[in-house]
């Protein structure tokens, strides 16, 4: 079984700056690829970014060149980094882990991972 934790949401103005962690419990953290997912009311769940055991990424069209995903395996942690924010990123933001022994495969799909966070919100003023 695997917990995770998000932490890093909050208010911020059109423009800043917020960064997300996520913790996450178990042994095998490097062996998972993990994602961010957001969801605003009204709206399906998206992938914002993904991270594959390889650390290799993957991002939404919506949020290259802003935000960066990345992991700390040592730490257990899982990050986002959200830069030039937009009112329009205003969402939950969720992670979440897909527990698999392959590294070549980017899991785009909110139904292909396994365990889930209880997301935390971001919400970026006009």
């Known amino acids: 079984q695997v917990q995770l934790v998000e932490s890093g949401g909050g208010l911020v103005q059109a423009g800043g700056s917020l960064r997300l962690s996520c913790a996450a419990s178990g042994r095998r953290f490097s062996n998972y690829a993990m994602g961010w997912f957001r969801q605003a009311p009204g709206k399906e769940r998206e992938l914002v970014a993904l991270i594959t055991s390889g650390s290799t990424t993957r991002y939404a069209d919506s949020v290259k060149g802003r935000f960066t995903i990345s992991r700390d395996n040592a730490k257990n942690t899982l990050y986002l980094q959200m830069n030039s924010l937009k009112p329009e990123d205003t969402a939950g933001y969720f992670c979440?882990?897909?527990?698999?022994?392959?590294?070549?495969?980017?899991?785009?799909?909110?139904?292909?991972?396994?365990?889930w966070g209880q997301g935390t919100q971001v919400t970026v003023s006009s």
């Open positions: 979440a882990a897909k527990v698999t022994v392959t590294t070549s495969i980017y899991y785009r799909a909110w139904t292909d991972y396994d365990y």
